[in-house]
Protein backbone atom coordinates (compact mmCIF):
# COMPACT_ATOMS: atom_id res chain seq x y z
CA UNK A 1 0.00 0.00 0.00
CA UNK A 2 1.42 3.68 -0.84
CA UNK A 3 0.88 6.29 0.82
CA UNK A 4 0.24 9.48 -1.25
CA UNK A 5 -2.94 9.75 0.40
CA UNK A 6 -1.93 9.23 3.92
CA UNK A 7 -3.97 11.90 6.08
CA UNK A 8 -6.54 13.06 3.33
CA UNK A 9 -9.69 12.02 3.58
CA UNK A 10 -12.11 11.80 0.62
CA UNK A 11 -16.15 12.04 0.31
CA UNK A 12 -17.69 10.27 -1.98
CA UNK A 13 -21.22 11.86 -2.83
CA UNK A 14 -24.26 9.74 -3.95
CA UNK A 15 -27.94 9.33 -3.69
CA UNK A 16 -29.91 6.91 -2.02
CA UNK A 17 -30.27 4.91 -4.84
CA UNK A 18 -29.34 4.47 -8.45
CA UNK A 19 -25.40 4.67 -7.81
CA UNK A 20 -23.18 2.45 -10.42
CA UNK A 21 -21.72 0.33 -7.61
CA UNK A 22 -18.46 -0.21 -9.73
CA UNK A 23 -17.73 3.78 -10.03
CA UNK A 24 -18.23 3.98 -6.15
CA UNK A 25 -16.25 0.73 -5.76
CA UNK A 26 -12.99 1.03 -7.81
CA UNK A 27 -12.08 4.73 -6.63
CA UNK A 28 -12.89 4.09 -3.03
CA UNK A 29 -10.59 1.07 -3.14
CA UNK A 30 -7.60 3.30 -4.53
CA UNK A 31 -8.22 5.80 -1.82
CA UNK A 32 -7.40 3.16 0.43
CA UNK A 33 -4.56 1.65 -0.92
CA UNK A 34 -3.03 4.91 -1.62
CA UNK A 35 -3.54 5.45 2.44
CA UNK A 36 -6.55 7.80 2.15
CA UNK A 37 -9.72 7.69 3.73
CA UNK A 38 -13.05 7.66 2.19
CA UNK A 39 -16.02 8.52 3.35
CA UNK A 40 -19.40 7.94 2.20
CA UNK A 41 -21.95 11.33 1.75
CA UNK A 42 -25.42 11.13 0.84
CA UNK A 43 -28.35 13.12 0.75
CA UNK A 44 -29.38 11.55 4.40
CA UNK A 45 -27.94 9.14 6.71
CA UNK A 46 -28.32 5.51 6.17
CA UNK A 47 -28.53 2.80 3.61
CA UNK A 48 -27.67 3.43 -0.11
CA UNK A 49 -28.36 0.93 -2.79
CA UNK A 50 -26.01 0.54 -5.96
CA UNK A 51 -26.75 -0.93 -8.94
CA UNK A 52 -24.89 -3.14 -11.64
CA UNK A 53 -26.50 -0.90 -14.57
CA UNK A 54 -30.38 -1.87 -14.07
CA UNK A 55 -30.06 -4.41 -11.55
CA UNK A 56 -29.75 -3.60 -7.71
CA UNK A 57 -26.05 -4.42 -6.13
CA UNK A 58 -25.42 -4.28 -2.70
CA UNK A 59 -25.96 -1.82 -0.12
CA UNK A 60 -23.70 0.49 1.68
CA UNK A 61 -23.85 2.41 5.11
CA UNK A 62 -23.95 6.85 4.27
CA UNK A 63 -22.60 7.86 7.67
CA UNK A 64 -22.59 11.71 6.63
CA UNK A 65 -25.49 13.70 5.06
CA UNK A 66 -24.90 16.22 2.62
CA UNK A 67 -26.59 19.07 4.59
CA UNK A 68 -24.47 18.22 7.71
CA UNK A 69 -21.06 18.45 5.92
CA UNK A 70 -18.97 20.91 3.84
CA UNK A 71 -15.88 20.93 1.69
CA UNK A 72 -13.57 22.29 4.36
CA UNK A 73 -14.21 18.70 6.24
CA UNK A 74 -11.90 17.19 3.09
CA UNK A 75 -9.34 16.91 0.56
CA UNK A 76 -11.37 15.61 -2.40
CA UNK A 77 -14.91 14.68 -3.81
CA UNK A 78 -15.25 11.73 -6.33
CA UNK A 79 -18.82 11.55 -7.64
CA UNK A 80 -19.97 8.53 -8.96
CA UNK A 81 -22.27 7.55 -11.92
CA UNK A 82 -25.39 5.91 -12.34
CA UNK A 83 -27.91 7.44 -14.59
CA UNK A 84 -30.47 7.92 -11.30
CA UNK A 85 -27.89 8.87 -8.88
CA UNK A 86 -26.51 12.12 -10.14
CA UNK A 87 -30.48 12.93 -11.66
CA UNK A 88 -31.40 12.61 -8.11
CA UNK A 89 -28.46 14.87 -6.61
CA UNK A 90 -29.16 17.70 -8.96
CA UNK A 91 -32.34 18.10 -6.96
CA UNK A 92 -30.69 18.54 -3.49
CA UNK A 93 -29.87 21.67 -3.11
CA UNK A 94 -27.41 20.62 0.16
CA UNK A 95 -25.62 17.78 -2.66
CA UNK A 96 -25.51 20.72 -5.30
CA UNK A 97 -23.85 22.97 -2.30
CA UNK A 98 -21.20 20.88 -1.12
CA UNK A 99 -20.47 19.80 -5.02
CA UNK A 100 -19.91 23.58 -5.69
CA UNK A 101 -18.00 23.71 -2.23
CA UNK A 102 -14.83 21.67 -3.58
CA UNK A 103 -14.45 24.03 -6.79
CA UNK A 104 -14.70 27.31 -4.55
CA UNK A 105 -12.47 26.25 -2.29
CA UNK A 106 -9.78 24.96 -4.92
CA UNK A 107 -9.92 21.32 -3.84
CA UNK A 108 -10.19 18.52 -6.41
CA UNK A 109 -13.26 16.67 -7.67
CA UNK A 110 -12.89 13.58 -9.84
CA UNK A 111 -16.16 12.51 -11.72
CA UNK A 112 -17.42 9.79 -14.23
CA UNK A 113 -19.81 8.36 -16.08
CA UNK A 114 -23.36 10.57 -15.69
CA UNK A 115 -21.95 12.47 -12.28
CA UNK A 116 -21.19 15.55 -14.43
CA UNK A 117 -25.25 16.43 -14.19
CA UNK A 118 -24.56 17.56 -10.57
CA UNK A 119 -21.96 19.68 -11.67
CA UNK A 120 -23.84 21.29 -14.18
CA UNK A 121 -26.29 22.19 -11.48
CA UNK A 122 -23.76 23.46 -9.26
CA UNK A 123 -22.51 25.92 -12.38
CA UNK A 124 -18.69 25.20 -12.16
CA UNK A 125 -18.65 23.43 -15.72
CA UNK A 126 -18.26 26.60 -17.75
CA UNK A 127 -15.05 26.75 -19.72
CA UNK A 128 -13.52 23.59 -18.14
CA UNK A 129 -12.76 20.61 -20.22
CA UNK A 130 -14.37 17.00 -19.20
CA UNK A 131 -15.72 13.95 -20.93
CA UNK A 132 -18.58 11.95 -19.16
CA UNK A 133 -21.24 9.25 -20.29
CA UNK A 134 -21.97 10.49 -24.37
CA UNK A 135 -25.46 11.53 -23.82
CA UNK A 136 -24.36 13.79 -21.17
CA UNK A 137 -22.38 16.15 -23.96
CA UNK A 138 -25.19 18.06 -24.98
CA UNK A 139 -26.05 18.99 -21.73
CA UNK A 140 -22.24 19.54 -20.70
CA UNK A 141 -21.77 21.88 -23.74
CA UNK A 142 -24.86 23.57 -23.38
CA UNK A 143 -23.14 24.71 -19.70
CA UNK A 144 -19.96 26.18 -21.50
CA UNK A 145 -18.04 23.08 -21.22
CA UNK A 146 -15.52 21.96 -23.59
CA UNK A 147 -16.59 17.82 -23.79
CA UNK A 148 -14.35 15.54 -25.33
CA UNK A 149 -14.68 11.82 -25.64
CA UNK A 150 -11.16 10.49 -24.01
CA UNK A 151 -10.91 7.56 -21.16
CA UNK A 152 -9.72 10.49 -18.63
CA UNK A 153 -9.51 14.12 -18.83
CA UNK A 154 -7.73 16.05 -16.40
CA UNK A 155 -8.44 19.63 -16.25
CA UNK A 156 -6.62 21.96 -14.64
CA UNK A 157 -7.74 25.57 -15.98
CA UNK A 158 -10.16 26.41 -13.20
CA UNK A 159 -10.26 27.15 -9.44
CA UNK A 160 -9.52 23.27 -8.95
CA UNK A 161 -8.00 19.97 -10.68
CA UNK A 162 -11.27 18.27 -12.49
CA UNK A 163 -10.49 14.80 -12.87
CA UNK A 164 -13.66 12.96 -15.32
CA UNK A 165 -13.81 9.78 -17.07
CA UNK A 166 -16.84 7.96 -19.61
CA UNK A 167 -17.63 4.63 -17.83
CA UNK A 168 -16.49 1.26 -16.03
CA UNK A 169 -14.30 0.42 -18.84
CA UNK A 170 -12.68 3.96 -17.74
CA UNK A 171 -11.90 2.62 -14.18
CA UNK A 172 -8.28 2.12 -14.01
CA UNK A 173 -7.40 5.00 -15.92
CA UNK A 174 -9.99 7.31 -13.46
CA UNK A 175 -8.09 6.00 -10.27
CA UNK A 176 -4.67 6.45 -11.33
CA UNK A 177 -5.62 9.92 -12.19
CA UNK A 178 -7.41 10.69 -8.67
CA UNK A 179 -5.29 9.69 -6.86
CA UNK A 180 -2.23 11.48 -8.53
CA UNK A 181 -5.38 14.70 -8.22
CA UNK A 182 -5.79 13.93 -4.68
CA UNK A 183 -2.20 13.97 -3.29
Given at each position: MS??????????????????QVELTAPW?????????PELVSTEVGKIQAFNHLTPA????????AEDVSAADYDGLVLPGGVANPDYLRTDSAAVGFTKGFFEAGKPVAVICHGPWTLVEADVVEGRQLTSWPSLATDLRNAGAHWVDQEVVVCTDGPNTLVSSRKPDDLPAFCTELVQAFS
Open positions: NELHNKRIAFLVAPEGTEQAVEQAGGTDTFAADKA
